[in-house]
């Protein structure tokens, strides 16, 4: 208890000093009025939110996990038809030989890797209309990272206490000036499809 003490005491008197040293910056610059009318209101707002909590309806998450789950085993199938062979959706090695080798799709944009040419998402957008496996592609990655990132993810991080999700938001990590938190990024959930 006397060393948690001791560092706390430490880590106050460190801030308190680059506090002072930063500030003379800030005015030497002009933008104490950034710091004192966006970025320290921005933060009480930011620690308030933290403490509150996000409400997560596990039960539905759940729920939606196993129907997507379905949908990514429905689609395996599906990419598999296609294909006309076994092929390991979540094998870029794989996908790369089917797309490029047995296919011979081509984009303008390939390039080549250690696998075999990529199958990022970039790559299968601009190949969309080349082929029908291609969509089924994507669609399976969209499920499987909103099931990965954010179905499977979530429930076990709420606090059985408040039934809530706690995080930290960041309020300087992203250049765009758009808050981030640690995995997951609840700032960074997809809602540009109705799953999302």
Known sequence: MKAAGRFAAEAADVT???GKLLRERLVSAKLTSLLDDVELPLARVLAVMESHGVRVNTVLLRELSQT???????????IIAAAGEPVNVSSPKQLSALLFDKL???AEHMRKTA??????HAVLEELRD?????PLLL????LIKLKGTYLDALPPLVDDKTGRLHTTY??????????????????????RTALG
Do not use: K, Y
């Open 16 to 18: 308190f000093v680059l």
């Open 68 to 78: 997507v789950g379905a949908q990514c085993q429905e689609l395996e199938r599906r």
């Open 104 to 106: 011979g799709l081509r």
């Open 115 to 120: 696998l075999g040419f990529s199958t990022d």
């Open 130 to 134: 080349a082929h029908p496996i291609v």
């Open 139 to 142: 669609e399976h990655r969209e």
């Open 170 to 191: 960041v309020q300087a990590a992203a250049s765009t000036g758009r808050l981030a938190s640690p995995p997951p990024n609840l700032p960074h959930i997809p809602l």
